[in-house]
């Protein structure tokens, strides 16, 4: 089994940034591709990014593109999210996932061990 636990969460002004990080503990020796998703109240779960096992490739959903980036650090089996020029509309619950893939897309069938979330709140 894998564990996946986010952390970072809080509350920033508009403009402002925060960085989550997850820990994936569990499986030694496998090799996951990482993503981030979020939940605003009221809506669905979306995609906010996805890192590959070699962290060579990343992907972004469009909104947050050029404010988001993702980053590994394999040797500490963790994974950052770095979220600069954050808005209001940013704000949402945050999940972590692991998947089995080493290149996992934006799907979240594709994710199969997933964090408990971090808040993250964005005033205007």
């Known amino acids: 089994q894998v564990q996946v636990v986010e952390s970072g969460g809080g509350l920033v002004q508009a403009g402002g940034s925060l960085r989550l990080s997850c820990a994936a503990s569990g499986r030694t020796g496998s090799r996951y591709g990482m993503g981030w998703f979020r939940q605003a109240p009221g809506k669905e779960r979306e995609f906010v990014g996805a890192i590959s096992w070699s962290g060579d490739k990343t992907s972004y959903e469009y909104s947050v593109k050029g404010r988001f980036t993702i980053s590994r650090d394999n040797a500490k089996n963790t994974v950052y999210l770095q979220m600069d020029g954050l808005k209001p509309e940013d704000t949402a619950v945050y999940y972590c996932?692991?998947?089995?893939?080493?290149?996992?897309?934006?799907?979240?069938?594709?994710?199969?061990?997933w964090g408990q979330g971090t808040q993250v709140t964005v005033s205007s």
């Open positions: 996932a692991a998947s089995d893939l080493m290149e996992p897309g934006w799907y979240r069938g594709e994710y199969d061990y």
